[in-house]
């Protein structure tokens, strides 16, 4: 039986070389569209209009060459089933064995911001119909979505004397329905953006495994890691491979970093939460003072830093027990003491961080309610919010100190008081049910540091408790979001002793 090939491509990388290989080994018979018939004429290699199927010229510019009953039952056709043979029997139908056809650039032309009218004519209808009707079939048929499966189908195609095998066309029939879900969401987003719907009317999670963890928070719980197109650039350089547990760490780690992506600054993270921050004159004096906050909570965890690493950092970071080093970059030397500890995950960020905000767009959590799905916490300070409300008046270094505060308790877990001075976190306390509670762990991490020190809180005070709390470690100023019901009473407390209170009009929950 002769074996037959459909092709219409956007795309015509390396299909010339391919064609040649399905005609002159393999036989098939090649069917094409348009420009890609023609292109495959002018090499020389034999093929059929897809006119000489339809009987028909393509309609209203091009955009109707498939589109018709005789291809379609070419492909999906069903030999095992009599109703079907005797069709294809009785119309003289020609089967399909092989789809190959990649899309018009959508993604691309969108980027170009090109106008509507435009647009909407790279928004591919056949090519689409086609490989879903070839992965809907893959009994039978092979659907070849890109190529760069040329390579792979022409070996398997060897392997199985000419004959493609069950088990890639399965692999690709799964390949087509990721690619057409993903184009169909890229349209779905532009266009609701372009028609002003609310494009989180329509939120779609394309995303692809690409390998399977050890195992996820805990060694009972399988995980995988998926990709997406907000995925970050980056390198393991060295150490064992990254578990569930180091990718959340490192993840939280890197975002507080980008809050200081034009600054020296170091964060420690421990458990998905930040232990250690501080921000130097260089990165080595960051890094000593975000291991001075906690040295304690230090041990096992995630160090990061916004700038490269270099000696006199990395021979400090290889003489502790760490799980992961984060940085931009890291000196010849640097790299080679860091090395020494065969299992420390050093990561390399090739995505700047300013450029790693960009990335940060949504969070998800799967719940047994539902999907709740939020954009991301990228609340910054309002000139016209950030208000002086006690008679007591922060100094500009206070300002400053506390603006870095707030940075750090907006990752903290709520409830969260940041304890800071001199640009480095003394006192974190995080995750607790009572806010005053928070405020007393903090006061006993920074311990006698806290007097004239700063302090943030990731939420309003409900009580002028956590200000008595304050005022006992002679904190200077605060910085909260401020609209709650005692904002009144809160702010005459702090005049009593004296404190500085800046209110924001943000709240920064992290549950």
Same mark, same amino acid.
Not at 56 to 78: E, H, S
């Given at each position: 039986?002769?074996?037959?090939?459909? !092709?219409? +491509?956007?795309?015509?990388?390396?299909?010339?070389?391919?064609?040649?290989?399905?005609?002159?080994?393999?036989?098939?018979?090649?069917?094409?569209?348009?420009?890609?018939?023609?292109?495959?004429?002018?090499?020389?290699?034999?093929?059929?209009? !897809?006119?000489?199927?339809?009987?028909?010229?393509?309609?209203?510019?091009?955009?109707?060459?498939?589109?018709?009953?005789?291809?379609?039952?070419?492909?999906?056709?069903?030999?095992?089933?009599?109703?079907?043979?005797?069709?294809?029997?009785?119309?003289?139908?020609?089967?399909?064995? /092989? +789809?190959?056809?990649?899309?018009?650039?959508?993604?691309?032309?969108?980027?170009?911001?090109?106008?509507?009218?435009?647009?909407?004519?790279?928004?591919?209808?056949?090519?689409?119909?086609?490989?879903?009707?070839?992965?809907?079939?893959?009994?039978?048929?092979?659907?070849?979505?890109?190529?760069?499966?040329?390579?792979?189908?022409?070996?398997?195609?060897?392997?199985?004397?000419?004959?493609?095998?069950?088990?890639?066309?399965?692999?690709?029939?799964?390949?087509?329905?990721?690619?057409?879900?993903?184009?169909?969401?890229?349209?779905?987003?532009?266009?609701?953006?372009?028609?002003?719907?609310?494009?989180?009317?329509?939120?779609?999670?394309?995303?692809?495994?690409?390998?399977?963890?050890?195992?996820?928070?805990?060694?009972?719980?399988?995980?995988?890691?998926?990709?997406?197109?907000?995925?970050?650039?980056?390198?393991?350089?060295?150490?064992?491979?990254?578990?569930?547990?180091?990718?959340?760490?490192?993840?939280?780690?890197?975002?507080?970093?980008?809050?200081?992506?034009?600054?020296?600054?170091?964060?420690?993270?421990?458990?998905?939460?930040?232990?250690?921050?501080?921000?130097?004159?260089?990165?080595?004096?960051?890094?000593?003072?975000?291991?001075?906050?906690?040295?304690?909570?230090?041990?096992?965890?995630?160090?990061?830093?916004?700038?490269?690493?270099?000696?006199?950092?990395?021979?400090?970071?290889?003489? @502790?027990?760490?799980?992961?080093?984060?940085?931009?970059?890291?000196?010849?030397?640097?790299?080679?003491?860091?090395?020494?500890?065969?299992?420390?995950?050093?990561?390399?960020?090739?995505?700047?961080?300013?450029?790693?905000?960009?990335?940060?767009?949504?969070?998800?959590?799967?719940?047994?309610?539902?999907?709740?799905?939020?954009? %991301?916490?990228?609340?910054?300070?309002?000139? &016209?919010?950030?208000?002086?409300?006690?008679?007591?008046?922060?100094?500009?270094? /206070?300002?400053?100190? @506390?603006?870095?505060?707030?940075? !750090?308790?907006?990752?903290?877990?709520?409830?969260?008081?940041?304890?800071?001075?001199?640009?480095?976190?003394?006192?974190?306390?995080?995750?607790?049910?009572?806010?005053?509670?928070?405020?007393?762990?903090?006061?006993?991490?920074?311990?006698?540091?806290?007097?004239?020190?700063?302090?943030?809180?990731?939420?309003?005070?409900?009580?002028?408790? &956590?200000?008595?709390?304050? %005022?006992?470690?002679?904190?200077?100023? !605060?910085?909260?979001?401020?609209?709650?019901?005692?904002?009144?009473?809160?702010?005459?407390?702090?005049?009593?002793?004296?404190?500085? @209170?800046?209110?924001?009009?943000?709240?920064?929950?992290?549950?």
């Amino acid at each position: 039986m002769t074996k037959r090939a459909l !092709i219409s +491509v956007y795309n015509k990388d390396k299909l010339v070389e391919f064609a040649q290989e399905l005609v002159s080994k393999y036989n098939f018979e090649i069917t094409a569209t348009g420009s890609t018939f023609d292109l495959l004429i002018e090499n020389g290699i034999k093929a059929k209009s !897809i006119s000489e199927i339809t009987g028909r010229r393509q309609l209203i510019n091009g955009k109707v060459k498939t589109l018709y009953p005789d291809v379609f039952a070419g492909i999906l056709a069903d030999l095992n089933n009599e109703n079907e043979k005797s069709d294809i029997e009785k119309e003289n139908i020609k089967l399909f064995d /092989m +789809v190959v056809v990649n899309f018009y650039p959508f993604e691309e032309a969108a980027a170009r911001n090109i106008d509507e009218a435009e647009l909407v004519n790279t928004i591919d209808i056949g090519g689409p119909s086609m490989l879903r009707a070839a992965a809907k079939n893959n009994k039978r048929v092979l659907a070849v979505s890109s190529p760069t499966q040329y390579s792979e189908v022409l070996t398997d195609l060897e392997e199985h004397n000419g004959e493609s095998s069950l088990k890639l066309r399965r692999e690709y029939a799964l390949k087509v329905f990721e690619k057409t879900l993903d184009f169909d969401t890229k349209i779905l987003h532009e266009l609701s953006n372009r028609f002003e719907e609310d494009s989180d009317n329509y939120f779609s999670l394309n995303i692809r495994k690409t390998k399977n963890l050890r195992y996820g928070e805990n060694p009972h719980q399988t995980a995988g890691i998926y990709y997406t197109n907000n995925t970050i650039d980056y390198e393991v350089l060295n150490g064992k491979e990254l578990s569930y547990n180091n990718i959340l760490d490192a993840s939280a780690c890197t975002n507080i970093l980008s809050e200081f992506f034009d600054v020296s600054a170091c964060v420690i993270i421990k458990h998905n939460t930040p232990c250690g921050a501080a921000l130097g004159k260089n990165i080595d004096e960051a890094w000593q003072k975000a291991l001075d906050c906690d040295p304690l909570s230090a041990f096992g965890g995630i160090v990061g830093f916004s700038q490269k690493i270099g000696e006199i950092t990395a021979k400090q970071l290889a003489s @502790m027990f760490l799980e992961v080093v984060i940085a931009p970059d890291y000196s010849e030397k640097a790299l080679e003491l860091l090395k020494t500890k065969k299992n420390l995950r050093i990561i390399k960020l090739n995505t700047s961080l300013e450029e790693y905000k960009n990335y940060l767009t949504r969070e998800i959590r799967i719940t047994p309610f539902g999907t709740l799905v939020q954009t %991301a916490d990228k609340g910054e300070l309002d000139k &016209n919010n950030f208000k002086v409300v006690t008679k007591t008046k922060p100094t500009a270094e /206070m300002v400053e100190d @506390m603006i870095f505060a707030w940075k !750090i308790a907006k990752h903290a877990k709520s409830n969260a008081i940041v304890i800071s001075k001199n640009f480095k976190a003394i006192g974190i306390g995080q995750g607790q049910t009572s806010r005053v509670d928070a405020f007393e762990i903090a006061l006993n991490k920074a311990c006698d540091g806290s007097k004239d020190a700063v302090a943030a809180s990731d939420g309003f005070f409900p009580a002028i408790d &956590n200000i008595q709390a304050a %005022a006992q470690g002679r904190i200077a100023a !605060i910085i909260q979001p401020g609209g709650s019901i005692k904002d009144e009473e809160v702010i005459k407390t702090a005049d009593k002793y004296n404190i500085a @209170m800046i209110t924001t009009g943000i709240r920064h929950f992290r549950h």
